[in-house]
């Protein structure tokens, strides 16, 4: 009868996993890989500041009243400024008021979803300076990354590059999507993915599985998962494996702000 592989061992990894094990057990598997691959998203730093990003997108004159304090709403501001305020749509402190989506789209492109005829699809949110005005719903209504903003190249260099990292984590979340709906055991795993065990962890590690269930597992496991898709989220997972467990939390990036961002 032929043994069982054994997993490959990644020591650093398994250090990792071992200090997690009492708090994952119970933790679903998908989220197991999830907190690794979010990980992936602090190896791109976001090129500019707050101030830079905003003051960027809106007229020199709302950097000047800004500064002058306009904004700040402590005090009564009657006159023209202020008649102009009172048309300005003005952030909600119940909905996430210091995050700004900004759309990376073509104008043409930005036009269409402006329209209606399409939703945004290109877009970064980042935490904008205190006291500036913001849409009531940036994710509806996004500001438009115009060609003049002094940061533009870097920004869409840094947005499309965020973009491929996302593709790489959506990839790696729809393989292990699929191969948790086959195994929900440590015995299972050991027998069909070995490797993956060393990023997740079961209550029961030392289960052994039915001789009887090894083969039918083993060839519906092998139908739906790819040799190569395996090797892609095992190279995911080790290189966010590499990265701090804990981060500060995300000053920007792209799609929508989710809360998912600052617990992943």
Known sequence: MA???RPILVRPILVMAAGQALRMGDIPMREQV?????RLRFTLPFPCTPDETYFGCVP???RKWHDDGLFEGDRPLPGKA?????????RSETRDPDILHVCVETLEQYLEAARGARGFEKVFWFRVPSHVPLPRNSQQTPFFLNADHP??????????????IESEIDRAMRIIDVYS???STAAQVRYTWPELLNFVTFRRMNEPLPFNEREPLKTKVARVMRPADKEHLITQLTTAAMLPERNPPLTAWVNFYTGEIENG
């Open 3 to 5: 043994k069982q592989p």
């Open 34 to 38: 999830a907190k690794y691959l979010h």
């Open 60 to 62: 020199d004159a709302i």
């Open 82 to 90: 202020n008649n102009l305020l009172l048309t300005m749509f003005q």
């Open 151 to 164: 940061k533009a190249s870097e920004i869409h260099e840094w947005a499309t590059h965020a973009f491929e």
């Open 181 to 183: 709906k086959l195994v």
